[in-house]
């Protein structure tokens, strides 16, 4: 198994010499749960498979190894998720979205999402989806998408006006008909974590905020891989036998590290997500893939997307008023309500797609995944780019990926992803399941109902180290109020419980600058009010 | 029904308003959707809490408004002026003798200590505050409460150095426990009974006991002083997240006296419908369905706050004030309402009702638009309460000097 230094290694292993002044604002120790460095310098840690990227592609192939026994180390610059597996719709593919456009990637998607509804089902709510045909999009598209459902296997019927509405009345009444598909609604975070937790019961391990420096080469290889703990400054020297870049749309930054290049486009897709939820069912639009097709049902929320613009930066981009107005108009002709909701956030996240020569619009480019095997391509023998790829694939490009891995090693040990549930399969959480819970404990978050009990569960596990970490796992701060109260009191209660150290307000206006981010594209209405409601408590009465 | 003055928002402005013109004889009318924002936001009276008035040591607030004034004509303190200030204050003070009343220390600012553990530049405090100035003084004892959430007694020990405890109460219900629970109960003997000897197993050598402004709504000096008594130490507020017990104790004082004094109050409905002719007001419509009534006066107040109260509406283009659709300022398109940072002075905190001095709305030109409204509170241009921490003192002397000029016209 993996060993480093004298007694083998703490894979949350905390430093004590960390400088304070150096830290993002969001960061929040949770320092009880730290021990004392025995080290000085960097540490040396030697693992079979280091794994890069905490998305969902990382978080599946660190299971599916771990499933085989193959030991393996998945490292990541933030927290799980902090890429496009936690920035985007959440919708669960049935692959019609790209019947027409991309057979092979619809083929995919159907098949996995068939898989997952097994694997998965406490990620997943079925709810079934709608493609929309609007008088000025014609019967001639649908037809093509109906012909092309059948050719790829995925599971279409034709409704008419008057059964959509009778299923769907906020649909607008001028509708031709709609196409019933098996979509659905996934929970990233939950699908991912569940993963993640997944491997560690087989052995697999992680390491949180740890991002690469540099790779150091040696003749046909990756050597050793220079890590650096990007909260608490500790570093470290990682030796291992293969190396799997899964950073998405930092693949080609990773790469770069190793002299070498891999063709992405970088593509942001920005959303909107309303404070009630508007459809029982996933809505799309029946037409090309373009703006505004897609309104996806997600716990009490709907989440309006998306945009498709070309980006240079992986780091720097924001939604602008222009995608706003796009969004709204857009998804506004398909449910009219839309015009007047009132909206809770805005938010972008960037497809990773790979390219093999430029080309026109982001959506011509498949949304398939690529797997490459550097040995073959550039004569780097242990290091392999899997990358591109949609969510509900993450499992498909993980057991691909892990296949490739265990061919270059010579072993045979077959997949079991598609067969064995994930951990927490039977578990519910459900706004009904919270429903019944009300009352018997605390109430941190009144818009979400979420529980004092309940993050004090996640905090019991440990291994978080900031804020965001705990809105990751749990529904803090996605309600209406988007944490202007319940961040408050998680403050309060990580410091009661001796979790916290260093100053609160400084986590606390770090966190009203993140929330900022993504209020202020959709200001007017009554967002406003509760702009106003928050402004009025931390600069008027508190005075922050 | 006919009155001298229709007062339309229930606000401090509105109430402020009420009380000038009622006391200067006048048959009085106001109304409120709801209860106005003083159970939100206020605890103290903020006048001014800008840098040169942010204290301890500073300039008398006297002193810090001219020179405000003098740098913003166009402030709704520039329209009412330092003297009509005061006079609203010491007539907002009327309304708390003793024991609760509201002071400052010197005529200057005091810094406060807040819940979450910062100081406030403040101006006017209530009694059961007063001794929170001395926090970093004294050594003090921070109390909080199992199942009170929003107040968190160790997390604010540590920003102000001294020392925290929760206490867990006795036969606590299953759910939560809110403010305003704790209010009522602290207005029990035996609840307080309970806390004092609570609080005495805590105290080591303490001299002052915090606790979250929840020390009753209707007798909070009583309340503190059989704490007092019961525990052996002084004892004051501290102001926390809305609801405001604070802001509910000076409502109801509004409420009681004015009612006494003839006012009618309509509480619980929005004025649906205005009718003008020319350039005058000559009556509102309020619906509760299914019955509409209709009611006129002389003169009419606009008080109906910003956002929050409904005074201003934002549609994705522009603001609007709805129920005269009086111009307002506009801060320019949406994009450039709010700045990039949640901390930055936003534009559109700035924009509102312009108004001439004598607070008639007026149009982009300067004329006045109606003769027998005027407007009061925080919906008026040219201010950022939030920011220059003048929330209330522009509420009261506005309220004040709107109702003034309505006599007078």
């Known amino acids: 198994m993996t060993k480093g230094g004298d007694g083998g290694f703490e894979i949350y292993f905390l430093s004590n010499q960390r400088a304070k002044n150096s830290f993002s604002e969001l960061s929040l120790f949770l320092d009880k749960q730290r021990k004392t460095s025995l080290f000085k310098g960097s540490m040396k840690l030697q693992t079979e498979i280091l794994i890069i990227g905490g998305g969902a592609t990382g978080a599946g192939i660190l299971r599916d190894l771990s499933l085989r026994g193959i030991p393996s180390l998945l490292i990541e610059k933030g927290d799980f998720l902090s890429g496009a597996s936690g920035r985007n719709h959440g919708l669960f593919h049935s692959g019609g ?254 497809r990773p797609l790979f390219q093999s020569e430029e080309k026109g619009d982001d959506r011509a480019i498949s949304r398939g995944f690529v797997l490459i095997d550097h040995g073959k391509k550039d004569g780097i023998k242990n290091l392999i780019t899997i990358t591109g790829g949609k969510l509900v694939t993450y499992r498909l ?148 | 029904m006919h009155y001298d003055l229709i007062i339309i928002g229930m606000g401090l402005s509105g109430l402020m308003a009420a009380k000038t013109a009622v006391e200067a004889g006048k048959k009085v009318l106001i109304i409120g959707k709801g209860l106005g924002c003083l159970t939100l936001f206020s605890n103290t009276i903020d006048v001014l809490g800008i840098p040169l008035l942010a204290g301890p040591e500073t300039t008398r607030l006297r002193d810090g408004l001219s020179q405000w004034i003098y740098d913003h004509p166009e402030h709704p303190y520039g329209k009412v002026g330092v003297e009509k ?52 003084e004294k050594k003090t004892l921070l109390i909080g409460f199992k199942g009170y959430k929003d107040f968190y007694s160790q997390r604010l020990a540590d920003s102000f150095e001294c020392r925290g405890a929760t206490l867990s109460l006795p036969e606590s219900p299953p759910t939560e426990i809110t403010a305003t629970a704790l209010a009522r109960w602290m207005e029990q003997p035996s609840f307080r009974e309970f806390i004092g000897t609570e609080v005495k197993k805590q105290i080591r050598d ?94 009419y107040i606009l008080a109906t706050g910003r956002f929050m109260g409904g005074g201003l509406k934002a549609d994705r283009e522009r603001i609007l004030e709805p129920i005269f659709n009086l111009p307002v300022s506009q801060p320019g398109s949406q994009e450039d309402w709010f700045g990039r940072s949640f901390f930055d002075k936003h534009p559109i905190h700035r924009m509102g009702i312009l108004t001439d001095s004598s607070l008639h709305p007026i149009d982009e030109r300067g004329k006045p638009i109606l003769e027998n409204v005027w407007v009061a509170g925080t919906i008026l241009a040219g201010h950022d309460c939030m920011d220059e921490k003048s929330r209330e003192g522009i509420e009261i002397a506005t309220g004040y000097w709107s109702a003034k000029k309505a006599m007078e016209g």
Not at chain 1, 189 to 199: G, H, I, P, Q, T
Not at chain 1, 430 to 444: A, F, M, Q, V
């Open chain 1, 97 to 350: 979205r790209y019947v027409v456009s991309d057979p092979e990637a619809a083929r995919e998607c159907i098949a996995e999402n068939r898989i997952l509804r097994k694997i998965a089902p406490h990620c997943i709510e079925e709810t079934d989806g709608f493609f929309v045909s609007l008088p000025e999009d014609g019967p001639d598209f649908r037809d093509r998408f109906i012909q092309a459902c059948k050719d790829a296997n995925v599971p279409a019927h034709l409704l008419s006006r008057d059964e959509a509405l009778f299923l769907e009345p906020g649909l607008t009444p001028t509708l031709l008909s709609a196409v019933k598909v098996p979509d659905g609604a996934i929970d990233p975070f939950e699908l991912v974590l569940s993963n993640a937790k997944d491997a560690e019961t087989y052995g697999g391990k992680f390491l949180l905020h740890t991002g690469v420096t540099s790779l150091l080469m040696e003749e046909n290889k990756v050597k050793t891989v220079l890590a650096k703990d990007l909260l608490h400054g500790e570093e470290y020297q990682i030796e291992a036998s293969h190396i799997i870049n899964a950073t998405g749309a930092w693949a080609d930054e990773l790469l770069k590290l190793a002299g070498l290049r891999v063709a992405m486009a970088l593509s942001k897709g920005s959303m909107l997500i309303t404070n009630q939820r508007l459809t029982h069912r996933v809505i799309n639009r029946c037409r090309p893939p373009s703006d505004g097709d897609i309104i996806v049902p997600n716990h009490t929320v709907s989440i309006l997307g998306t945009t498709s613009v070309r980006l240079e930066d992986a780091e720097n981009f924001e939604v602008t008023p222009q995608e706003v107005s796009r969004l709204i108009r857009e998804t506004s002709r398909m449910i009219p309500a839309i015009e007047e909701a009132r909206f809770i956030r805005a938010y972008a996240g960037i």
């Open chain 1, 397 to 544: 490009m993980a057991e691909k990926t892990s296949d490739l891995l265990c061919q270059k090693m010579g072993i045979h040990a077959p997949c079991s992803t598609h067969l064995k549930p994930l951990s927490g399969a039977g578990k519910f959480s459900g706004l009904k399941d919270r429903l019944k819970t009300l009352g018997k404990s605390e109430t941190l978050c009144d818009c979400e109902l979420v529980r004092k009990e309940e993050v004090e569960e996640v905090l019991k596990e440990g291994k978080l180290k900031n804020l965001q970490d705990i809105l990751h796992r749990t529904r803090l701060a996605k309600g209406t109020c988007q944490g202007g109260f319940c961040v408050y009191r998680l403050l309060g209660i990580l410091n009661e419980s001796g979790l916290a150290e260093g100053d609160s307000n400084n986590i606390l206006k770090g966190f009203l600058e993140e929330r900022w981010k993504g209020i202020r594209p959709i200001l007017w209405g009554s967002a406003v009010k509760e702009e106003e409601l928050m402004e009025g408590i931390y600069k008027g009465i508190f005075n922050l």
């Open chain 2, 85 to 136: 200030i005061e006079e609203a204050l010491s007539s907002f003070n009327s309304l708390f003798p003793p024991p609760y009343t509201f002071q400052s220390r010197n005529e200057t600012n005091s810094l406060i200590p807040t819940g979450v553990g910062t100081f406030r530049p403040t101006h006017l405090i209530p009694s059961t505050m007063m001794r929170g100035i001395a926090l970093k």
């Open chain 2, 206 to 299: 303490e001299e002052l006991i915090g606790f979250p402004a929840v020390l009753g709504v209707n007798d909070p000096m009583g309340v503190r002083k059989d704490l007092e008594k019961k525990i052996g130490a002084s004892v004051f507020e501290i102001p926390i997240l809305p609801p405001s017990i604070p802001g509910m104790r000076i409502f109801n004082r509004f409420k009681d006296r004015l009612i006494r004094r003839g006012v009618t109050f309509l509480i619980g409905h929005p004025v649906s419908k205005v009718t003008l002719n020319e350039k005058r007001c000559e009556g509102i419509e309020i619906a509760h369905p299914p019955v509409t009534t209709s009611y006129s006066a002389d003169h």
